[in-house]
Nanobody, 124 residues
Framework: QVHLVESGGGSVQAGGSLRLSCAAS????????MGWFRQAPGKEREGVAR???????SYADSVKGRFTISQDNAKNTLYLQMNSLKPEDTAMYYC??????????????????WGQGTQVTVSS
């Protein structure tokens, strides 16, 4: 079992920054693909960023150059540094883990473990 808990969300002005954290407990997920997803009201859940165990990262085009995913294995924590935030970034952000470790897909169904989400609101 893997338990994920997000934190760090909040309300910021456009152009501001936030760093989301995802604390993992239970079985280690050092070989997992870890991802951040977001979902705004009335919209489908979309992949934002993911990182494979070998460090390979992928980003959605909408956040590329602004967001950075990273992982601190010693602290069992995944991060999403979000800079130059835009109102369209407003969403509930979820941390997720794919035990297969393939990390080839944005499909949420590939991810078996999910956190409860943390709200990010960006005002203009």
């Amino acid at each position: 079992q893997v338990h994920l808990v997000e934190s760090g969300g909040g309300s910021v002005q456009a152009g501001g920054s936030l760093r989301l954290s995802c604390a993992a407990s239970g079985y280690t997920y050092s070989r997992y693909c870890m991802g951040w997803f977001r979902q705004a009201p009335g919209k489908e859940r979309e992949g934002v960023a993911r990182v494979r165990s070998d460090g390979r990262t992928s980003y959605a085009d909408s956040v590329k150059g602004r967001f950075t995913i990273s992982q601190d294995n010693a602290k069992n924590t995944l991060y999403l540094q979000m800079n130059s935030l835009k109102p369209e970034d407003t969403a509930m952000y979820y941390c997720a883990a794919d035990p297969s470790g393939d990390c080839y897909s944005w499909w949420p169904g590939r991810y078996s473990y999910w956190g409860q989400g943390t709200q990010v609101t960006v005002s203009s």
